[in-house]
């Protein structure tokens, strides 16, 4: 997520089914889920299937020492990790209905021995059936810069990724987040040689990040070394003060261009905890709340639905974040976690192709 500090929708998201709930928590006491068929190394026809949210370092994953997500301790045993994260997996499913999870990793955490550990994070969502997309940050100070901290420790961590999970067809790998030190020819040069060192992992398996702040998906869907690749987009509503509805729908369509079969929103977000409605339907087909994000998240929502896209919350959890969809609850070693926007959590669920149009 980059550091900073619509007309209302004509269509309202359903609740998640309180089945989901079960289905979920039944599934914390199930055995690893089978393996999905081996990839074909193409991309489909659209990326509705990713339906997810982030999981997040309280320090926006930015860090100079090993990861630690919220609710989880460097110090636990890979056990007892596994055992948190498959509870917090879970709760998404429950309360979401995710089925998609995006986990932060860095030379810190993978090149040392928190390794042994975190890997039981990756494990505990695959073993669910998740999705699983792995991406590399950057560092702070002066290394927050939007480039590559140290190569010589960035090759060996993506050489110890891949080799773990190149065989887990749940795990998806994005080479850097927000890579906007490049210029796009830069970037793309930098995604073309991740390709060509990981050429055994197939490439509808990695997700290239577009350039800048991954702020537009243009220019690396132009590119034919990066063919055969999904793309993920970041969008957010505080990079303007007011846009109407119509206005952030035409934002976003311009930073995907004529890309959405390949593309994936792996962040977006707004305030969850400051008690905005989402759901409030327009009062005629003209009208546009007076509120930014109420705009925001209607129109990307509408048009993640309209175009089959996947989308993927930031975050999903993320202590003291006030876009933070979940909050942790219970205890600390037997975690589980609550919506702090239920009108949110709608709207992803619109955004993911559920739901129906108000008085339908």
């Known amino acids: 997520m980059p550091t900073t500090p619509a007309r209302s929708s004509r269509v309202r998201a359903a609740r998640i089914p309180a089945g989901l709930a079960a289905a979920a928590l039944t599934l914390l006491c199930a055995t690893t889920a089978s393996a999905a068929p081996a990839p074909t190394g193409q991309v489909g026809k659209d990326t509705s299937q990713f339906k997810g949210v982030n999981w997040a370092d309280p320090r926006d994953n930015f860090a100079d020492d090993e990861l630690r997500l919220s609710g989880l301790s460097t110090t636990d045993s890979y056990s007892r990790t596994y055992a948190k994260s498959t509870r917090i997996i879970a709760a998404f499913r429950a309360n979401l209905g995710a089925n998609t999870v995006r986990l932060p990793i860095n030379p810190y955490t993978v090149n040392g021995s ?12 695959s073993d669910q059936g998740f999705k699983v997309i792995v991406s590399y940050w950057e560092g702070t100070g002066a290394q927050k810069d939007g480039f590559i901290d140290d190569a010589s420790a960035y ?8 080799n773990a999970y190149k065989h887990d067809s749940h795990v998806y790998f994005e080479p850097m987040n927000e890579p906007h030190g490049y210029t796009e020819t830069e970037w793309a040069d930098i995604a073309a040689k991740w390709l060509d060192t990981y050429a055994t992992v197939p490439r509808n398996r ?11 998906v243009t220019s690396v869907c132009a590119d034919p070394r990066l063919a055969g690749t999904y793309l993920s987009l970041h969008h957010y509503g505080f990079w303007k003060s007011y846009a109407t509805y119509d206005e952030w729908k035409s934002d976003l369509k311009e930073r995907i261009g004529d890309c959405a079969g390949r593309t994936v929103a792996d962040e977006f977000g707004a305030p969850m905890t400051t008690g905005l409605n989402y759901d409030v339907p327009a009062p005629n087909a003209d009208a546009t709340s007076d509120n930014n994000f109420i705009n925001y998240v209607q129109a990307v929502t509408d048009t993640f639905r309209e175009l089959k896209m996947g989308s993927v919350y930031w975050p999903g959890l993320r202590t003291d974040d006030t876009y933070s969809i979940q909050e942790l609850t219970g205890p600390v070693n037997h975690p589980w976690l609550a919506t702090t926007n239920r009108s949110g959590a709608d709207r992803l669920a619109w955004g993911w192709g559920r739901g129906s149009a108000v008085g339908s």
């Open 114 to 125: 928190y390794w042994k550990s975190y890997r039981a994070v990756i494990d505990a969502a």
């Open 155 to 162: 090759w060996p961590m993506w050489n110890t990724v891949v």
């Open 206 to 216: 990695v997700f290239v990040s577009g350039a800048g702040y991954n702020d537009h």
